[in-house]
């Protein structure tokens, strides 16, 4: 138990559609990374945001945004979703220390 | 730019045998390395990190040494159990200067364990 909470753990979605994912960081972690974990493969670092603010991107498309609330919490959203989105969305928490992985959500798209 | 580079699997052995999973990397500076677990259905949790050249991480029976020489983290165990049976991820993170969490995986090497 990592204390890292994601949220949905899976959901479908159609092709075209907007999609929110949420991540709840680790008490007193004030920074929260973002990967995709396509099928079999490794997780691909997204983007990272420390104190509310971008701190880092991956090479991910702008559709990839996120958000870190005044509590740490932390939101991912992908816009005009293609199939290759499909994958396992993981986030992490840290504070000066090592990284804290929630279980991650499952999006489908279809 | 960084990579981190780990043998393919599945690698598929008996229980109390021998394990090593191999990893590479290539990277500026001085990274910190790490060696992450997913069982099924779950995230990821840190296995063990050596954070400078010729550091030994180890945790429930694994251990892996930075060898700066090699740019390598080779993952070993002396003896593993059924419960072992999972994917492991060899990982980089180019700190001091980068913060935690930016972390650059290997593409991950799937164990099976069998009785």
């Known amino acids: 138990e990592t204390g890292v909470t994601q949220s949905p753990t899976h959901l479908i979605k159609t092709r075209g559609q907007q999609v929110t994912l949420r991540c709840s960081s680790q008490?007193?972690?004030?920074?929260v990374s973002w990967y995709q974990q396509a099928l079999g493969q490794g997780p691909q670092f997204i983007f990272q945001?420390?104190?509310?603010?971008?701190?880092g991107r991956g090479n991910f498309p702008p559709r990839f945004s996120g958000l870190q609330f005044p509590n740490y919490s932390s939101e991912l959203n992908v816009n005009a979703l293609e199939l290759d989105d499909s994958a396992l969305y993981l986030c992490?928490?840290?504070?000066?220390?090592?990284?804290?992985f929630g279980q991650g959500t499952r999006l489908t798209v279809v | 730019g960084n990579s981190v580079t780990q043998m393919e699997g599945p690698v598929t052995l008996s229980e109390e045998a021998f394990l090593t999973i191999n990893c590479t990397y290539t990277?500026?500076?001085?990274?910190?390395l790490f060696w992450y677990v997913q069982y099924p259905g779950e995230g990821l949790q840190l296995l063990l990190k050596?954070?400078?050249?010729?550091d030994k991480g180890s945790n429930k029976g694994f251990e892996a040494t930075y060898r700066k020489e090699t740019t390598s983290f080779h993952l070993e165990k002396g003896s593993v159990q059924v419960s072992d049976s999972a994917v492991y991820f060899c990982?980089?993170?180019?700190?001091?200067?980068?913060?935690?969490?930016?972390?650059?995986f290997g593409a991950g090497t799937q164990v099976v364990v069998t009785p």
């Open positions: 992490a928490s840290s504070r000066n220390t090592e990284a804290f």
């Open positions: 008490s007193g972690h004030n920074t």
């Open positions: 945001y420390y104190r509310e603010e971008e701190n």
């Open positions: 990277a500026t500076g001085y990274p910190s």
């Open positions: 050596a954070t400078k050249a010729d």
């Open positions: 990982a980089l993170s180019s700190s001091p200067t980068d913060s935690w969490g930016k972390l650059q």
